[in-house]
């Protein structure tokens, strides 16, 4: 408001008063104790009237601005302390992900003691304590977090995900309850959940939370991959009831699995084998016969060998070789498993006709040179069985053993100062070092005359 303005206010609320003044001469007494009064004109009690509530009005206008600044500079304190915690709880972040995990504790703890009620610092310092290998504080610190957000999912995958590093299954478990407590379709925990307890070989708990993930409905390519996994668990518990002994329960749903999905080989395996057991050689010979004809896995043939041997006949199974050899004569598997049954059975010739084919189709296997050798053996070509056992070991004419990664048991025949499987240095060792390096030779002592023999 400029000078002008105000004097033209002035001018004009002065001959408003004369005006009024004018108009209303007269005196009024104004009483405001029983004996005391206050006699003034009227038009000065008006103008104090307008003056008092505008002079109210002007106080409770400066007493809000002042309230507003001071809760605008309050907030600007709590934004700006907000701020340099993000700033300190960001830079810990950084360094715990460039690795200097000290420093970025050292920076979250600094965080968290200007701000306990960050549930996402103490998730951060919690990856901190698991960087340094102490699971058990990081547990502490989200159990803390916990109490501040208990509904809070990251806060409790974190805790699980952190119990489970600590190896306590039980608390892991109870952490992925909670969760579904709160998120009864959630994926993740039920997944994490169902890994868990397939882990600890709980197959009806994981088999109901198979059953909630795909009720979840996941798509695509994953319901495949979740359909295939509740075939599994479904075949988990089948198993686990045949060991105990086998019912028709049991059987008839191995024979469902089969069925559903029959490039599932544990089925067919654990079928024949719930014949053999209730007595049935013939049903279980029949499951593994097709089921070697339908997938070609050598376990089948594995298990029709001992069943037939144990059975103490071998000419059903030579029948069954024999047949299937001038129908598949290509199958070198069916050719190498047929020269092994003749080796047992001591036919040998028989044996070297079935393993030359395989070999002449350029296999190069332990297991095939190890059938050539014993073949050659029992014909006491010595010098041949020599060679051949010398191939399945892997051993040269310098007898040098070669190497093995100790991290993830890589083979190789010339040491490497690094291995490019698993990208581990310095981890290539004989194999079985650890076992001769532990041990002790025997004490060296007398022996009497006598004590060997004794």
């Not at 609320?13 to 405001?32: C, E, H, K, T």
């Not at 104090?48 to 600007?76: E, N, P, Q, T």
């Not at 695509?220 to 991959?225: D, I, P, S, T, Y």
């Not at 310095?426 to 030779?441: D, E, M, N, W, Y």
Request: with cysteine; hydrophobic share 40%.
């Amino acid at each position: 408001m400029t000078i002008m303005s105000i004097l033209l206010l002035i001018i004009f609320f002065l001959a408003f008063f004369i005006y009024f003044s004018d108009l209303n001469p007269q005196d009024i007494s104004i009483v405001y104790f029983s004996d005391h009064t206050l006699t003034t004109s009227l038009t000065v009690l008006l103008v104090a009237c307008i003056l008092i509530g505008l002079s109210i009005g002007y106080m409770a206008h400066i007493f809000s601005s002042m309230r507003h600044l001071v809760k605008h500079w309050k907030r600007d304190r709590v934004d700006k302390k907000a701020r340099d915690i993000t700033a300190t709880y960001r830079e810990g972040v950084g360094r715990l992900l460039s690795g200097d995990v000290k420093k970025a504790g050292s920076l979250l703890q600094k965080a968290l003691e200007r701000d306990p009620s960050r549930v996402d610092i103490h998730i951060a310092l919690a990856s901190v304590h698991l960087h340094e290998g102490n699971p058990q504080d990081g547990i502490n610190v989200l159990l803390k977090a916990r109490d501040i957000e208990p509904k809070n999912l990251e806060v409790l995958f974190k805790l699980a995900t952190t119990y489970l590093a600590a190896d306590q299954d039980e608390s892991a478990e109870q952490a992925f309850e909670d969760i579904l407590n709160i998120d009864s379709g959630n994926r993740k925990a039920l997944r994490s959940l169902r890994d868990l307890h397939v882990r600890l070989g709980h197959w009806p708990q994981a088999m109901e939370l198979q059953k909630r993930v795909l009720k979840a409905g996941p798509s695509g390519a994953r319901l495949e991959e979740e359909k295939h996994k509740l075939l599994c668990l479904r075949y988990e518990i089948a198993r686990q009831a045949l060991g105990e002994e086998p019912g028709k329960a049991e059987i008839k749903e191995l024979q469902d699995i089969a069925k559903h999905a029959s490039d599932f080989t544990p089925a067919r395996v654990s079928l024949g084998d719930a014949y053999r057991t209730q007595g049935r050689p013939d049903e279980a010979a029949r499951v593994w016969q097709e089921g070697y004809l339908a997938l070609g896995k050598s376990v089948f043939l594995s298990r029709l060998e001992d069943l037939y041997l144990d059975a103490e006949d071998p000419a059903s199974l030579l029948g069954f070789y024999r047949t299937a050899v001038a129908e598949r004569g290509d199958d070198l598997m069916f050719r190498l498993f047929y020269g092994k049954l003749c080796l047992r059975l001591e036919m040998v010739d028989e044996a070297l006709d079935q393993l030359h084919v395989v070999e002449g189709a350029g296999v190069d296997t332990p297991q095939l040179h190890l059938l050539l050798g014993e073949a050659s053996r029992r014909r006491d070509r010595i010098e041949e069985a020599i060679e051949e056992y010398k191939k399945a070991l892997g051993a040269d004419r310098q007898l040098r053993f070669g190497y093995v990664c100790e991290s993830c048991t890589e083979p190789v025949s010339e040491w490497e100062s690094r291995c490019q499987t698993c990208g581990t240095w310095g981890s290539f060792a004989l194999a079985g070092r650890q076992a001769i390096t532990k041990a002790r030779p025997a004490e060296m002592r007398e022996i009497y005359h006598g004590e060997r023999s004794a």
